[in-house]
């Protein structure tokens, strides 16, 4: 089992930065591949960017070069930097963690962190 909180959510003009921290607790952070996704009102959850146990990255074309996932795994702790926010990049953000062993799939979400660009 694992338990995800999300923080750094706020409001920001368009051209602002936020950095989203999402702290893991209760199993081996390290093994699991952390991803953020993003649901803006009346539409569907997104992807948004992902890092393996490894450290690989990987983006949605609407955030590249804008944003930054990072993890500490001593810290437990998986980071999204957003920079040069636009008003689209409004939503939630959700932490999910995932990771598959021994025949099964582990999959879990925090409760989100709200980022409104308006301005």
């Known amino acids: 089992q694992v338990q995800l909180v999300e923080s750094g959510g706020g409001s920001v003009q368009p051209g602002g930065s936020l950095r989203l921290s999402c702290a893991a607790s209760?199993?081996?952070?390290?093994?699991?591949?952390m991803f953020w996704y993003h649901q803006a009102p009346g539409k569907q959850r997104e992807l948004v960017a992902s890092?393996?146990?490894?450290?690989?990255?990987d983006y949605a074309d609407s955030v590249k070069g804008r944003f930054t996932i990072s993890r500490d795994n001593a810290e437990n702790t998986v980071y999204l930097q957003m920079n040069n926010l636009k008003l689209e990049d409004t939503a939630v953000y959700y932490c999910?963690?995932?990771?598959?062993?021994?025949?099964?799939?582990?999959?879990?979400w925090g409760q989100g962190t709200q980022v409104t660009v308006s301005g």
């Open positions: 890092i393996t146990s490894g450290g690989v990255t």
């Open positions: 999910n963690a995932y990771s598959r062993r021994g025949g099964r799939s582990y999959n879990y």
């Open positions: 209760g199993s081996i952070f390290s093994i699991y591949t």
